[in-house]
Structure formats: C-alpha cells, structure tokens
C-alpha cells in the first residue's frame, strides 16, 4: 500500500491529529502536514488553516516556497512575481500536484486600503536537480489602470500560497506555506535595488522589453 492509500479518507479525530503532529520535531511536523493536506485538502474536515498557525506554529512557512522578486512590466501591462521553489519533494505525490498561487494587490495610500488586482497560479510537481527553481506569475492590468500606475507608483503587495488560493479582497491574509511581500515601483533609470525601511524591497519599473 502506498501513501496515498494510506491518507485519502477525511480524519475523524482531526484535533487529536494536529496534536499528536504538535509533539514532533518542527521539520518532521511540517513535512507530514503536507503529505495529508496534499493528497486530501479536505483531510482535516473544518479544521480551518488557523489551527495550524495555533497549534504547529506554521505561518508564512517559506521553506518550500518563497517571492524573489515582484516588478512591473509596462510593456505588457502585467505586475509580475518571480517566486523560488527550494525543495525537490513536498509538492506531488502518487498522481496527486499541487498549484502555487499568487495574489496581488495595489494601493496607492501607502498601505492604508488595497485594490485587488487578481490571482495567478502553476502548477507544481516533486522534481529532482538544482534548486531554487525559478517560476513567474503575472497578472494584467487594464489600460487605465495602467497609466494610473506609472503616474502614481503604488506599492505592490503580493501574497503567495501553497496549494491554497488567498481569499479576494483580503490583502491582511497570512499563508500557512507561502510569502507575502511589499514593493514599490519607482522611476530611476537605474539597474541598482536599494532597500527602504517598511518595505521588503523597492523597484523600478522595467525599462525595455522586446515585446514592445
């Protein structure tokens, strides 16, 4: 019998479960986490992602996954995230993938209120080699959309997650696997990244494409 026999029907003592995981070491807890949730999303029941965050500890779990860099494209009018895939297990089992997904927002008041731009996802598989892997995720804006935002230079916020889509019009949402990062575009005709205190990075929009 392989694992994924093992672990297709739902728990019926879901909350025993997550606390017998809670007694493992941290690592051992969260790789078999993500076995039962990858062959059954529905393992737990209604135990809801917050319980892992109460009892595991896990949230914003970046091991696996992680945002490398989120830019601006205005030649194709699309905000774009290069994320890192970092291990070569822990995303398919049997004939059982999994999808990461990308949200992302603007907000042109510093952070106070956030527009939902859309969700972008792939699909993900165990691979061998090299890693990280590099994957992109885009989202298009709309032509007035766009110039708004060469005009104004909002901050981006991006939220990636790990076999579960972050809720719309939720830009507070928190991943169990994933990454949330903020950037800022900006206008210098520079190929040098500066930091800025509050924000994980700033960017510029990209100067040449050779789509356009």
Known sequence: M?????????????????????TMAPEL???NL????????????????????AVLRIQQDTM?????????????????????????????????????????????????????QGLSSITVCNMRGPKPLQETLSVGLSPALTLCFL????IVRTILSWNAPPPAD???????????????IRREQTEELSMHPGFDCWLKPETGCSAC
């Open 2 to 22: 392989n694992s994924s026999e093992l672990f297709v029907a739902r728990s019926t003592k879901p909350a025993l479960e997550l606390i017998s995981l809670a």
């Open 29 to 31: 807890a969260r790789r």
């Open 34 to 53: 993500r076995s039962l949730l990858l062959v059954d999303p529905n393992y737990f029941g209604k135990i809801t992602s917050n319980s892992f965050k």
């Open 64 to 116: 696996y996954e992680s945002i490398g860099y989120v830019g601006y494209s205005p030649c194709l009018e699309q905000l774009q995230a290069t994320i890192h895939i970092s291990e070569s297990t822990g995303y398919s089992d049997a004939d059982c993938i999994s999808k990461e997904y990308a949200r992302f927002y603007l907000s042109y008041d510093g952070g106070l209120s956030w527009l939902d």
């Open 151 to 154: 005009e104004r230079m909002p």
């Open 170 to 184: 939720t830009p507070d949402w928190i991943p169990v696997w994933g990454d949330v990062l903020n950037a800022q």
